[in-house]
């Protein structure tokens, strides 16, 4: 089972035909007692055991469960030997990333496509804030051509489109969801021309030098 920091999580754990005996929760980790029954045996008072009287369901609760409450957890029967069911808790933090950071390069009068995900997030962000060097970015401005697309879902993604890049453009752009950390990334605002001319200059010398040797070598063999 997979678990987000600060979300209640309860472990299931069904049993068909108990007759007299006894259900417990376990922490394999170090080996510790959490439940027996309806009586919940720690001191962490964010753990609680959980039963419906007549029910085939014995729950072990966590509540505010962190990334250290990771592990495995069994169910066991009082059983000669104990009968017992492991479940594997994974409890993982929401996470922001922005795809192809932490450095994008990007040709002048060519389109900013941003992509900001967020992942594991108890609920969708209900708002997601981009900003330009700290400034939060304002699609009303003058310079025009800025649009924002966001889908939400089990993982969200905001896509940052900004037309016709100029030098100005360049600088450190974040992506804010209201519930989770931030991320950013740093774009470079890049002139095609020079790089791929020098580029091809190279290569066009390169293979002017060793045409010749080429040739001669086949001449002698």
């Not at 795809?99 to 496509?113: A, C, E, Q, R, V």
């Amino acid at each position: 089972m997979t678990g987000l920091v600060g979300k209640t999580i309860e472990l299931i754990c069904k049993v068909k035909n108990l007759g007299n005996r006894t259900v417990s929760w376990v922490r394999h980790r170090d080996i510790h007692l959490l439940t027996v029954g309806r009586y919940t045996y720690t001191s962490d008072q964010r753990f609680e055991a959980m039963h419906m009287p007549h029910s085939e369901e014995w729950t072990l609760q966590i509540r505010y469960p962190q990334k250290k409450d990771s592990g495995v957890y069994e169910c066991q029967i009082s059983t000669t030997p104990p009968i017992g069911l492991p479940v594997h808790l994974t409890i993982v933090e929401p996470v922001t990333e922005i795809t192809g950071g932490p450095d994008l390069f990007i040709n002048k009068d060519s389109t900013i496509n941003l992509t900001c995900l967020v992942r594991y997030a108890p609920e969708p962000p209900s708002t997601i804030i981009w900003s330009h060097n700290r400034q939060a970015i304002n699609f009303d401005s003058p310079r025009g051509g800025i649009s924002l697309i966001t889908e939400k879902g089990p993982v969200t993604s905001s896509r940052l489109l900004i037309q016709k890049a100029i030098q100005e453009d360049s600088g450190l752009y974040t992506c804010s969801p209201n519930n989770t950390h931030s991320n950013s990334v740093r774009v470079h605002i890049v002139n095609e021309e020079h790089p791929a001319a020098m580029h091809h200059g190279s290569g066009d010398r390169m293979a002017a030098t060793f045409l010749p040797l080429i040739l001669f070598l086949r001449t002698i063999f």
